[in-house]
């Protein structure tokens, strides 16, 4: 190898020039489980690339993957000696850079590695329970950081995941109907579901909840109720935000459930029907052996005696057979049928209890509430006087949330907003500065507005 030496940001780019060297080094790391790879499969594959290049450009490359120079680049962490040879372990950005170019790499994520993250989740909010949240605090700044790259980790990782898993869900509508490969695909797609999609489907799932600990919305809500109590709003609000991003990674991941599931459930009835119709096409063929002897005392299948050695039943086929639940011990298929269930008895529950009432009379009604509570915030605000403010919005809030006492709520204060903007004695002004305000259990972004009171001159 040569003994020209390269930076990290150089010697990324030489591996990023020939991406098939990385990308091929990790498939076969993936196929066979392990965490590192085989210095000499990739000394292999540079030099049968080496070989169509020039010869400065080869000696580039040469040197680009040289084990002397993917250490001293960080490229490279450490090595290990094997039973058939020495052990490359790169370091992981490098492994993940690769996988996100290409999505065929990327790893599929099981239950184990989600609770992981879970009580990592967990044991940063401990932490948090505990420190002083004062932003001169380096260790809660800290802990704060760390809270924040777990949780963007976990988004990323749950959707390159849940991406991957759409793809598999649209190439299972093309896949061969061959049958002498069909138990082996139910097989996979079976494990694949019960491995990597169920795993992601329950722990997105806000009702579901694991057995030692609370589930991942449970946690995000105590830790924004605690960032609520120490009048963290900002971080409070982003807490809030991430816990929305998860929720609505919810519904992707079940319609790719839900499409595996049909999946599943076809196959299974499709390999028990072929081994139905070749058992019985077997019995056929010995039937008809016996026709073929020289005996011409059984010339003729005797279909009768077939039927009632087989318990078939005559001219069957001419009915329509009413649909069946097919029922199995797949813990999977119990989930689905009671899920199934649940939702229908909801369903009826809910229609037997509804109470009929007139709904124009409902409107009235409301519409008379609503116009009201309006008028009683304009009486509130012809009692509000000010010459100056530099947040508006924030001295109504405060002015509503004294004078108003029941269910005071967003409406409310936009109300109040659109009233004193149309004001001729006053000028707003709005900038481009967010704040927050919070209104019971939800928090709202908002520009602020400066206020004067315009002098008015008498002539």
């Not at 290409?102 to 940063?124: M, P, W, Y």
Request: net charge neutral; with cysteine.
């Amino acid at each position: 190898m040569s003994e020209k030496r390269f930076n990290t940001l150089e010697t990324v780019k030489i591996l990023l020039e020939y991406p098939e060297i990385m990308l091929q080094a990790i498939q076969k790391m993936d196929s066979k489980g392990e965490h590192f790879i085989a210095e000499s499969d990739l000394i292999s594959k540079t030099l049968s690339l080496k070989d169509g290049l020039k010869i400065e450009e080869a000696t580039r490359l040469e040197s680009a993957f040289s084990k002397p120079n993917l250490f001293q680049s960080n490229v490279l962490v450490d090595e290990e000696k094997g039973e058939h040879g020495i052990r490359l372990i790169f370091h992981e950005t490098i492994i993940n850079l690769f996988r996100l170019c290409d999505a065929s790499l990327h790893r599929k994520i099981t239950n184990a590695e989600l609770v992981s993250h879970l009580k990592g989740l967990q044991d940063t909010y401990q932490q948090l329970e505990h420190s002083s949240f004062l932003d001169s605090d380096l260790i809660f700044v800290d802990w704060v950081n760390i809270l924040k790259t777990q949780l963007s980790n976990l988004v990323g990782l749950l959707r390159i995941n849940i991406k991957r898993m759409q793809d598999i869900s649209v190439e299972l509508k093309d896949i061969s109907n061959n049958v002498n490969d069909r138990q082996m695909l139910f097989d996979k797609i079976s494990s694949l579901f019960e491995r990597h999609i169920r795993p992601i489907l329950d722990f997105l799932n806000p009702k579901i909840r694991i057995k030692e600990f609370p589930n991942l919305f449970e946690t995000l809500d105590s830790i924004k109720q605690k960032f609520d109590a120490n009048d963290k709003i900002e971080l409070a609000y982003q807490i809030h935000q991430f816990s929305i991003t998860f929720g609505n990674m919810y519904q992707p991941i079940y319609q790719v459930a839900d499409e595996v599931r049909h999946f599943l459930n076809k196959t299974r009835e499709s390999i028990l029907q072929y081994n139905a119709m070749e058992y019985y096409y077997q019995q056929l063929i010995k039937e008809y052996e016996t026709t073929q002897e020289r005996s011409l005392k059984k010339k003729w299948l005797d279909g009768n005696a077939f039927l009632n050695k087989t318990n078939f039943k005559l001219e069957l086929k001419q009915y329509n057979r009413p649909k069946s639940y097919y029922f199995d011990n797949s813990p999977s298929y119990f989930s689905n049928f009671f899920e199934e269930f649940e939702q229908r008895f909801n369903r009826n529950q809910y229609r037997y209890n509804t109470i009929v009432v007139d709904e124009q009379e409902i409107i009235l009604n409301r519409i008379k509430e609503k116009i009201q509570r309006l008028n009683h915030i304009h009486k509130l605000l012809d009692n509000l006087a000010f010459d100056r403010t530099d947040d508006l919005i924030k001295l109504l809030h405060n002015y509503l949330l004294e004078n108003l006492i029941d269910n005071y709520n967003f409406s409310d204060l936009l109300t109040a907003l659109f009233y004193i903007s149309r004001q001729t004695t006053y000028k707003v002004t709005t900038t481009n500065n967010f704040r927050f305000v919070q209104i019971g259990n939800q928090i709202y972004t908002y520009r602020c507005r400066y206020a004067n009171l315009i002098e008015v001159y008498a002539i």
